[in-house]
């Protein structure tokens, strides 16, 4: 099992900054993707950003060039930056975990509002 905890969510005004962080504890494969997904209100869950194990990257065509994933200095854990936030980007985020050859493990998500 993978237990995965959030933080950094909260309200920002547009043009605002907030950083996401995500701790993965447990059965955590070496080759693994992790990875940040959103939920807007009353919409489908979609992927954000991604982060192999390997360090390569993707994301969202609308985050590009505003938010960034990164892998911490302890491998288990990923952050996203999110610069220039946007109302459209207010959301809950969830923190995503799939070990490959393994399972997907979601975290409970943290809310991100942007409101002036």
């Known amino acids: 099992q993978v237990q995965l905890v959030e933080s950094g969510g909260g309200l920002v005004q547009p043009g605002g900054s907030l950083r996401l962080s995500c701790a993965a504890s447990?059965?955590?494969?070496?080759?693994?993707?992790m990875g940040w997904y959103r939920q807007p209100p009353g919409k489908e869950r979609e992927l954000v950003a991604t982060i192999t194990s390997g360090g390569v990257t993707r994301y969202l065509d609308s985050v590009k060039g505003r938010f960034t994933i990164s892998k911490g200095d302890a491998r288990n854990t990923v952050y996203l930056q999110m610069n220039s936030l946007k109302p459209d980007d207010t959301a809950v985020y969830y923190c995503?975990?799939?070990?490959?050859?393994?399972?997907?493990?979601w975290g409970k998500g943290t809310l991100v509002t942007v409101s002036s």
């Open positions: 447990g059965s955590v494969f070496v080759a693994n993707i």
């Open positions: 995503n975990l799939y070990n490959i050859g393994g399972g997907s493990y």
